[in-house]
């Protein structure tokens, strides 16, 4: 913090620092909240370990050299992302104005390329639902029926349960409680519903 953030920090009544603070952890994103506090935890210990007083331009490379033995770029990145953010939230500190810090990470990142994800393709799902047997992958067949057809993510299909089953003579009817759905999703299920 500068000399001006620690006098307004100590005009600041106790009590309403308190309160700041906690609306400032109310920033990060719910779901990954966990995550970003146990990336931001492991910092502050190596750097506890090491002796760091500061967060200086130095510090943070040294810190990210480190974890570029053990990391791919794309994970560094998101560390970066990560810990810029917590700094910025307990500590009042912007690390994305680290020159040297954005030209290290951006080096590791030239000519790395992400491994893609392997997509089924609409002939490949047809072909495993009628061939694949019964037996051994019935609860695969379901879940991917829920996860392509339903557009479920796998949380609500987690949370399933008996009371969202009804049988209508040889079909059930299934009730999704789906939170939110993308653009693409909501384009899918409408073209599901009109064929």
Known sequence: MSNFDDILFELTPPELSIIAQ??????????SKSRYISTYDEFIAWREEKKANSFSENVMLAYFSELSAKL???TLWSRFSIIKSMLKIRNNVDISQYPKLNAFLKRLSDGFTTKKSKILTSNEVERFLNEAPDVRYLTTKV???FGVVGVC????????TLKD??????MLLIKFRIQKISYREALLLKEIFLE
């Not at 993510?153 to 399933?160: G, Q």
Request: charge should be negative; hydrophobic fraction near 35%.
């Open 153 to 160: 993510p796998r949380e609500e299909l987690a949370n399933i």
């Open 143 to 145: 879940a991917l029926i």
């Open 22 to 31: 906690n609306a400032s952890e109310n920033i990060l994103p719910e779901k």
């Open 72 to 74: 791919k770029p794309s």
């Open 165 to 170: 089953i009804e049988a209508h003579g040889k």
